[in-house]
T-cell receptor, first 111, second 109 residues
């Protein structure tokens, strides 16, 4: 079944640790995105990609980095986690026209 | 990205009452999309409006795109407890979307 998957679902990690949030989609979409969302708040675009080897920063400044080596895979990495990174991270993909399909998200807590 | 303002931020209704959320922009939008996010969940795409004055219906939900393509609304008739969640509008180009701040709907039984 075509879908978008994010792992882990929940993550609690200590300050200074390096983490990678995984996102994979099986729909063959060229466009993929990472959004950051605090509970009950709006979504902020932090990274996006239009295809393999294409990555751009979004409107919200972020200390994270992304890569797009394969169409289906769009991981997000934090080199040194801080408490201010505590949030929900949502991955999404889409065709060139039409709605976004979101993953279930990763709820990150940095202690 | 294109900026969209969404109102109200919160809405509490009694089950069976109607609900409307509005999305406004100072610039002409190429299209507008609507999403629903249940508490603890992720946004789910509901619909996309493209044409000036377009009206689309999904069961009890009615979506409208203004004649000037600067505003949109989502209306729910006779709300049910399953309608609880945050409704977001989103606008932009084929390259990326900007989401509104959302309207949190609470339905009281």
């Amino acid at each position: 079944e075509a879908d978008i998957y994010q792992t882990p679902r929940y993550l609690v990690i200590g300050t200074g640790k390096k983490i990678t949030l995984e996102c994979s989609q099986t729909m063959g979409h060229d466009k993929m995105y990472w959004y950051q969302q605090d509970p009950g708040m709006e979504l902020h675009l932090i990274h996006y990609s239009y295809g393999v080897n294409s990555t751009e920063k979004g409107d919200l400044s972020s200390e994270s980095t992304v890569s797009r080596i394969r169409t289906e895979h769009f991981p997000l990495t934090l080199e040194s986690a801080r408490p201010s990174h505590t949030s929900q991270y949502l991955c999404a993909s889409s065709e060139w026209e039409g709605g976004y399909t979101f993953g279930s998200g990763t709820r990150l807590t940095v202690v | 990205g294109q900026q969209v303002m969404q109102i109200p931020q919160y809405q509490h209704v009694q089950e069976g009452e109607d609900f409307t959320t509005y999305c406004n922009s100072s610039t002409t939008l190429s299209n507008i999309q609507w999403y629903k996010q249940r508490p603890g969940g992720h946004p789910v795409f509901l619909i996309q409006l493209v044409k000036s004055g377009e009206v689309k219906k999904q069961k009890r939900l009615t979506f409208q795109f203004g004649e000037a393509k600067k505003n949109s609304s989502l209306h729910i008739t006779a709300t049910q407890t399953t309608d609880v969640g945050t409704y977001f509008c989103a606008a932009g180009s084929a390259r990326q979307l900007t989401f509104g701040s959302g309207t949190q709907l609470t339905v009281l039984p």
